[in-house]
């Protein structure tokens, strides 16, 4: 998940191919563990020059799917704050990840399912994943994705 960055994109009126590169650049650093590069990044262009305070919800596609990024101008001298508003899974990791701690929790190994590739969630927002014991009895794994600098959660649903 990105922080907050900041990005100062130009003097004169905003590069936006600069702050799009910028972005693409962080996140490629931030996705290396996940062995996926973004392939572009779109900014919207506004008619008029951004002010203070301003925002643009940019798009990274990263294998296909689309990444958000709020940036939001902090000055009048089109400097940048950048985050992204969605977290990415590996499910396949995101799987491994749940099977430790949901056998810790619960004192007994589990086999977790959540599908294939990568997972585009919105922070704030859940999926579902499922855990099995070994007896066999299935259950339903709710994940949320944790806000910028937060843990993610995860809870049995009955």
């Known amino acids: 998940m990105l922080a907050a960055c900041n990005f100062s994109v130009s003097a004169g009126g905003p590069d ?25 990044v779109e900014c919207p262009r506004p008619d008029k020059p951004p002010k203070a305070g301003d925002t643009l919800t940019c798009v990274a596609d990263l294998d296909g799917g689309d ?17 992204t508003i969605d977290t990415v899974y590996d499910l396949t990791d995101t799987e491994a990840g749940l099977a430790e701690q949901i056998s810790a929790r619960y004192g007994f190994d589990v086999t977790v399912e959540c599908g ?39 809870k049995i649903l009955e």
């Open 116 to 154: 294939d590739g990568l997972k585009i969630v919105e922070s704030g927002r859940t999926f579902e994943c499922s855990a099995t014991d070994p007896g066999g009895a299935t259950r339903a794994v709710q994940v949320t994705a944790g806000e910028a600098g937060e843990k993610d959660t995860w």
């Open 67 to 83: 990444v958000r990024v709020v940036a939001t101008f902090t000055d009048d001298d089109n400097n940048v704050d950048y985050r």
């Open 16 to 40: 936006y191919q600069k702050l799009e590169s910028a972005i693409a650049d962080e996140l490629n650093t931030q996705y290396q563990p996940l062995a996926r590069q973004v392939s572009s």
